[in-house]
C-alpha cells in the first residue's frame, strides 16, 4: 500500500492539516502537499479509467507530464474537469472526483472495451466509419459520444476572476531550477532586466531531491542564497506558479501565472496570463524521465522512478512496501537507495544493461539490494494494483524466470530534455547518441525580427543532465543573454555541484528486445490515450511512415498531455519498425501551451459587459426607457421595434408600418454611416469609388450611389450629398461605415495617392433622425426654423439650417417611400432634437420604430439592403440597378471585373419581385426548385429568396429574389421550397410592390 | 506575433496594432486590360519560402498603410517603407542583399 513515512517530507508542513475530498471521501493531507501526494498518502493509487479502454490508472508522475491522475476539480461556478492532481496544491476544503468511469470508479462497465481490444486498433476510427453508413447512427456515434473526453464539461459560468498582465524585459528564463536561478543570477548581476518564472512553488527543481551538493552543502542552502540574492535585484522579478506557456515571434512569450488556485476565496484572481516582450529567453525547463514498455506498464503502482524519489523525498509518501526498480541507466538506483535509506524495501533493481558498475549500483549493492543486469520485466501482475513483476532476459522473448512480489515499481528509460519552450518559434535539435534524447542545436536557434538567435537554452533542458554540468551552463547561458544584450559579465565565479558520477545509459524500447505481439500489446506508450507499442508498430505496418501520420492514425501524443512521456518512446518504436535511425523520423511539432492553460486566463477580462465595447447612438437611453427590443447591429444595439403594452414583436412591428405610412413615423438612424471627403480631387476619387458619376452631382444636391470591391461585387450603398465644390458626405450602410472608411483610405494611400482628397469618419459625430410619413412635413413646420416646404427643399436635396433652436442638416432623402427628412444634428443635440420631434408629434400621431419596420417598408418599395439583396456573389447588375452605373465613366472599382464574361453571362439570376400566390410567407432562404436533379440528387434550382416578409401594407407575403430569366418571366409561376419538404407557389412580379410611380416620396 | 516599426509614425508596435494587406507593388489593371493580366492582378500571389514584400496598415495607430520587406521562414523583418511608391527602394534592396544574397521577387532582385 501506498501510506505516509513517520519523518521527513521536505516540502510538507505537518503542523498544518488540510481537509479533502475525493469523489465523496473525507481525506486528510498536510500543508504543502499535492493532491496527489495526498491522495497517496491516503492509499488512493487508483485514480481514473483510461481513454479508451477504461483500464483502472494510477499516478505515473510527480509533476506536469503526468498523463493519468486528472481529476474534475471544484464545484458549481469553480468546477473544472482535466486537472492534473501532481500539479494541484491541496488547501483545505478542496473537492475532486476522478474521471472517465461509470458507474464507479472501482467497478467500471466500460472496462468491458478492455476485452474488445483487438477490435479497436490503430486507426480504428477510420477504419470501421467508412462503412457501412447506417451503423454510424445507432453503433458509432453512440460509443463516440460515450467515450470521447474524459472529464465533464462545467455547467455553470465560471466564477472566478482572470486577467492579463503586460511585461517586458531584456531577458526572460523559464524554469526556476539551479540552471535557471544561476542564470538570472548571472544576467541579473550584470544589470539586465530579468524575469525569471517557475511553473511549481518551489525553487530549485530536482537537485535537491537527487542530493545534488553545491560548493559542499545540501543544494537547498545554495538555493535558499541565491533566491535571497535575487530577490534583492532590482532588476530581477521572480515568480513561482507561474509556467513559461508558450515561446513566439520576435521575443513574445505567455507566461501562465496560477495566482490562486491553492488559496481560493481570498478574492485574487485565479490565473494572470503575461503577455511579456522579451529580447533574450533562456528555456531552463529541466527533463522528463522516459517510461520504459514492458507489458503491464499502466497497471497502477507502476511509476517512474524519479517521481517515486519525488513523493519520497517531498512529501515523505512511499508510493509501496516494496518497490522494484527497473532501468537502463545509473540515475534510478538513487530511487533504490533513497527507499531503502527510509526503511522500505527494495526487492530487486532490474537493469537492461549487462553491467551496473558505477558508482551508484554499487552504493546499491553496499546496501544489500539484489541487482540483477541483463534483465527485464517480462510483464506486471495484478490488476488494479502491482502485485508483484515476472523477471526475463531482456535480450530474450520474454520466457520468464522468476516472479518477485511487490507492490511498486520504479522505471526508468532515461531522460528526455523538455525542448518545448525551444521548438515553440524554429528551434532546431539534434539526436544525442549517448544519451538516447534529442537535445538543442544551439547553432539552429530560433531568431528574432533582426535574424538573430534569441532563445538559449540551458542546463538539463539543453541535454546536460548531470548537476555538475547544469550549473555552468546555466552561467554560460546567463552570459550568452548578456552578450547579445549588449551588456557585460561581472567577474566572479559560478558555484560548484556535485553528485554521484554516472555510468552511460543504453537505449531499451521494448523489454525484452524480442517482446512477441501478446506482450507488446500490453506495453503501453500513451497512457492518457491508452496507445500500444503493438499500435504503432501496426500504423507503420500499414504505411504511416510520417511520424506526424503515425501521430494522427494512433492519436499517440495527442491527449492533453501532449506526449510528454510517450513522445521518444514512440518515436523509437516507429523508427525500429521501419528500420530507420530516429532523427530520419524525427519529432512531431511542439505547440503552444506547454500544459493547457485555462479559457479563464485566455479571455482575461474580456467577458461580459467588458467583452467588446457597445456602441450606444444618443437615442440609445430614451430607445431602453421606451420599450426598445434591441438587436445587435455589429457593436451597435438598435431597436428591433418598440413594444407597448402587452404587444408581441410581429404585431409591434405591424403597427409602426401602418402608422408610418398613415400618419408619422421617428426612426433613430444615428448608426448610418457618415464619411466626409473633401479636396480638389473628391468629385473624381468619388468617380473611381461609386459606379454612378458623383462628380457631376451639385453642391445641395444628393445621390443614391453603388460601390463594388475590384471583383465587381456590390459591396456598400447609400445616398451621397454634395456640400460644396470640394465636399462631399458620403452615406453608408451602418456596417459597412469604418470598412468603407478604410476602403478609401486604402485607395487614396496605396494606388492613387497623387490625388489630393482627405477622408473622414464622422459617423459618430452626428445623430441622425429620420422623420418619416405623410405628416412628416406638418411636423418640422411646427418644430419651426427653416423652409422645409417642397419648393425650398425639394425631394434629393438638402439644406442647413434650424429646427426647434438646434442647428440641423436637413436631407431629403427616402428609404420607406413615403415623404421623408433624415435631419442629422451635432451628436450631443441628437437626444434634445429627438425630445423635441417626440413632445410635437403627438398631434400627428407620431410613433418610432425600428429596424424591422424599416426593412418591411424598404421591401414593400423594392429597395435592396446590403447583406439581404448582397451575399458577396451579387452584381449591381443582377439587381436591376443599371441605372446607377455610368456608361460614361472610363474607369470604377468594379468595372473591369463586371466585363468578364460569368459576369456578363445572360443566366446570371436577376431580382424580382415574388407573390405567394396562397398570401402566405416564402420562408427565409427559400430556393425555387426546377425540374430533374443534380449530379449529386439534389432538386435542380432556379432562384432564391434574398428578403421575405408579411407586408402589413399590402396585408399578404412580399419577398424579393434571385432568378433565371427573372425579369422576363413576369406573371410566371415558380414553386419554392418549404423546411417541411413541400413548396410554395410564387408569382414573379415587379419588386416594387407599393407606389410604383414614386408619388409618395416626392410631395 | 511580430513586431512592426511604421514608417510613418516611427513607432514599433505589436502585430495586434497592425493589420496585414497581402502582396505588396501589385501594379492594377483596369478597363481596357486583357483578361490574362487582369486575372493575373487580382488573383495572382506569390506564396514564397523566404524574401517577401507585403502591405500593413497601421490601423491602430496612424491609420497609414506602409510596406514590409519580410523573411516568410524565419520572419526576419528586413525593413518598411512607404506605400506610396511601386518598387522597393534602394536601401531595402541592399538591406535584404545583404542578408539573403542573391535573392528575387517577381521582378526585383
Ligand atoms: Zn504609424
Known sequence: ?1003 | MLILTCPYCGVSGEETEFHAGGEAHLKRFGPGSSDADFESYLFHRENPKGVHFERWRHVSGCGKWFHAARCTTTLEVFGTYTAQTSEPPQSIKDAITAKRPGWTWRDFA
Request: aromatic share 8%.
Open chain 1, 1 to 1003: 500500500m501506498s501510506t505516509r513515512l513517520q519523518t521527513g517530507g521536505r516540502l510538507i508542513d505537518r503542523s498544518h492539516r488540510e481537509g479533502f475530498s475525493f469523489n465523496g471521501k473525507r481525506l486528510t493531507g498536510y500543508a504543502g502537499d499535492t493532491l496527489a501526494s495526498a491522495l497517496l498518502a491516503n492509499d488512493q493509487m487508483l485514480v481514473g479509467r483510461s481513454f479508451k479502454y477504461h483500464r483502472p490508472r494510477g499516478f505515473v508522475a510527480a509533476g506536469g507530464e503526468e498523463p493519468n491522475g486528472l481529476v474534475n476539480l471544484g464545484k458549481g461556478g469553480q468546477f473544472e474537469p482535466n486537472q492534473r492532481a501532481t500539479t494541484t496544491e491541496l488547501f483545505d476544503g478542496l473537492t475532486a472526483e476522478s474521471q472517465n468511469h461509470w458507474p464507479s470508479l472501482e467497478f467500471d462497465i466500460g472496462a468491458i472495451n478492455a476485452k474488445f481490444s483487438r477490435f479497436l486498433p490503430a486507426g480504428f476510427y477510420y477504419k470501421m466509419f467508412i462503412h457501412p453508413r447506417p451503423l454510424w447512427k445507432h453503433v458509432y456515434e453512440p460509443f463516440i459520444r460515450n467515450s470521447a473526453g474524459l472529464g465533464k464539461a462545467p455547467q455553470d459560468r465560471d466564477s472566478d476572476r482572470y486577467e492579463h498582465f503586460y511585461a517586458f524585459a531584456d531577458l526572460v528564463i523559464i524554469g526556476g531550477g539551479i540552471a535557471g536561478l544561476q542564470a538570472a543570477l548571472t544576467a541579473g548581476q550584470a544589470g539586465a532586466k530579468v524575469i525569471l518564472m517557475e511553473q511549481t512553488a518551489h525553487w530549485g527543481g530536482r537537485a535537491p531531491v537527487d542530493g545534488v551538493t553545491i560548493d559542499g552543502a545540501p543544494a537547498d542552502d545554495w538555493i535558499a542564497k541565491t533566491v535571497t540574492t535575487l530577490e534583492g535585484m532590482e532588476n530581477v522579478t521572480l515568480r513561482t506558479r507561474m509556467m513559461g506557456a508558450g515561446v513566439y515571434d520576435h521575443g513574445y512569450v505567455l507566461g501562465y501565472e496560477r495566482v490562486a488556485d491553492h488559496c481560493p476565496g481570498l478574492g485574487l484572481p485565479r490565473h494572470r496570463l503575461w503577455r511579456i516582450r522579451a529580447k533574450q529567453i533562456i528555456t531552463a525547463t529541466g527533463a522528463i524521465e522516459r517510461p520504459l514498455s514492458f507489458a503491464g506498464n499502466d497497471v497502477p503502482g507502476v511509476m517512474l522512478a524519479s517521481a517515486i524519489r519525488d513523493y519520497a523525498v517531498n512529501w515523505a509518501v512511499s508510493p509501496g512496501d516494496r518497490t522494484v526498480v527497473v532501468t537502463n541507466n545509473d540515475d534510478a538506483y538513487r530511487t533504490a537507495i533513497c527507499l531503502k535509506q527510509a526503511g522500505l524495501e527494495v526487492p530487486v533493481i532490474i537493469d537492461a544493461r549487462p553491467e551496473a558498475s558505477g558508482a551508484l549500483p554499487e552504493a546499491a549493492r553496499a546496501l544489500g539490494i539484489r541487482v540483477e543486469t541483463g534483465k527485464g520485466i517480462a510483464k506486471v501482475l495484478g490488476g488494479k494494483r502491482v502485485t508483484g513483476v515476472a523477471l526475463c532476459a531482456q535480450a530474450g522473448e520474454g520466457a520468464e524466470l522468476e516472479q518477485v512480489p511487490c507492490d511498486a515499481v520504479a522505471m526508468s528509460g532515461g531522460w528526455s530534455p523538455v525542448v518545448h519552450l525551444w521548438s515553440h518559434c524554429g528551434g532546431k535539435l539534434n539526436w544525442d547518441d549517448a544519451q538516447a534524447h534529442f537535445r538543442p542545436d544551439a547553432n539552429r536557434a530560433p531568431t528574432s525580427h533582426d535574424g538573430l538567435p534569441f532563445v538559449i537554452s540551458a542546463g538539463s533542458a539543453n541535454g546536460e543532465l548531470h548537476a555538475a554540468a547544469t550549473l555552468g551552463d546555466g552561467d554560460a547561458a546567463g552570459k550568452t543573454a548578456i552578450r547579445a544584450l549588449g551588456l557585460s559579465a561581472t567577474a566572479g565565479g559560478v558555484a560548484k555541484a556535485e553528485a554521484e558520477a554516472e555510468e552511460p545509459m543504453t537505449p531499451v524500447w521494448i523489454m525484452p528486445q524480442g517482446a512477441g505481439v501478446k506482450l507488446r500489446s500490453k506495453m503501453w506508450l500513451d497512457y492518457q490515450n491508452d496507445v500500444k507499442v503493438s499500435d504503432v508498430q501496426l500504423a507503420a505496418q500499414e504505411g504511416y511512415e510520417s511520424v506526424e501520420h503515425a501521430k494522427r492514425y494512433t492519436t499517440l501524443g495527442m491527449a492533453t498531455d501532449q506526449g510528454k512521456l510517450s513522445n521518444i518512446n514512440g518515436l523509437a518504436v516507429l523508427s525500429q519498425s521501419l528500420g530507420a535511425d530516429i532523427p530520419q523520423v524525427g519529432t512531431t511539432t511542439f505547440r503552444p501551451p506547454y500544459t493547457p492553460i485555462s479559457m479563464g486566463a485566455i479571455a482575461g477580462e474580456a467577458r461580459g459587459e467588458v467583452f467588446q465595447p457597445l456602441r450606444r447612438t444618443p437615442i440609445h437611453e430614451w430607445n431602453d426607457a421606451n420599450g426598445a427590443d434591441f438587436e445587435p447591429v455589429g457593436q451597435w444595439r438598435r431597436p428591433y421595434t418598440y413594444l407597448r403594452n402587452g404587444e408581441n414583436r410581429a404585431d409591434a412591428v405591424k403597427r409602426e408600418v401602418l402608422n408610418t405610412r398613415n400618419n408619422l413615423g421617428l426612426l433613430d438612424a444615428s448608426t448610418l454611416g457618415k464619411l466626409i471627403v473633401k479636396g480638389p480631387d473628391a468629385g473624381k476619387f468619388l468617380d473611381l469609388l461609386y459606379t454612378n458619376m458623383m462628380s457631376t452631382l451639385k453642391p445641395g444636391r444628393c445621390r443614391y450611389g453603388l460601390m463594388c470591391s475590384e471583383n465587381g461585387f456590390l459591396m456598400d450603398d447609400g445616398v451621397v450629398a454634395r456640400i460644396d465644390d470640394e465636399t462631399f458626405l458620403c452615406h453608408t450602410t451602418t456596417g459597412g461605415a469604418d470598412h468603407i472608411f478604410a476602403h478609401m483610405e486604402e485607395w487614396l494611400q496605396t494606388e492613387w495617392w497623387d490625388m489630393q482628397v482627405y477622408v473622414a469618419n464622422a459617423t459618430e459625430q452626428f445623430a441622425q433622425i429620420a422623420v418619416v410619413g405623410p405628416n412628416a412635413r406638418k411636423l418640422l413646420e411646427k418644430l419651426g426654423g427653416m423652409d422645409v416646404s417642397a419648393e425650398a427643399l425639394p425631394f434629393m436635396a438638402w439644406a442647413d439650417g434650424e429646427l426647434a433652436g438646434i442647428k440641423v442638416r436637413a436631407y431629403r432623402i427616402s428609404f420607406s417611400g413615403e415623404l421623408s427628412y433624415e435631419i442629422a444634428v451635432p451628436a450631443s443635440q441628437g437626444r434634445a432634437f429627438w425630445d423635441a420631434c417626440i413632445a410635437a408629434g403627438a398631434e400627428f400621431g407620431l410613433m418610432p420604430y425600428g429596424t424591422e419596420a424599416l426593412h418591411v417598408m424598404r421591401a414593400e418599395k423594392g429597395f435592396i439592403m446590403i447583406g439581404d439583396e448582397t451575399d458577396g456573389t451579387v452584381i449591381p447588375q443582377d439587381l436591376g440597378l443599371n441605372w446607377a452605373i455610368s456608361k460614361k465613366k472610363e474607369d470604377y472599382l468594379g468595372k473591369r471585373a463586371q466585363q468578364r464574361s460569368h459576369m456578363t453571362d445572360p443566366k446570371r439570376w436577376k431580382l424580382v419581385g415574388l407573390e405567394t400566390v396562397d398570401g402566405s410567407v416564402i420562408p427565409d432562404g427559400s430556393y425555387g426548385v426546377a425540374d430533374g436533379i443534380n449530379a449529386n440528387g439534389q432538386r435542380n434550382t432556379q432562384g432564391r429568396v434574398t428578403s421575405t416578409y408579411y407586408s402589413p401594407t399590402l396585408d399578404r407575403g412580399i419577398a424579393m429574389g434571385l432568378v433565371l430569366n427573372g425579369p422576363d418571366r413576369m406573371g410566371e409561376v415558380v414553386e419554392f421550397n418549404k423546411v417541411d419538404g413541400t413548396t410554395v407557389a410564387a408569382k414573379i412580379v415587379d419588386p416594387v410592390f407599393y407606389d410604383k410611380e414614386g408619388e409618395k416620396q416626392n410631395v
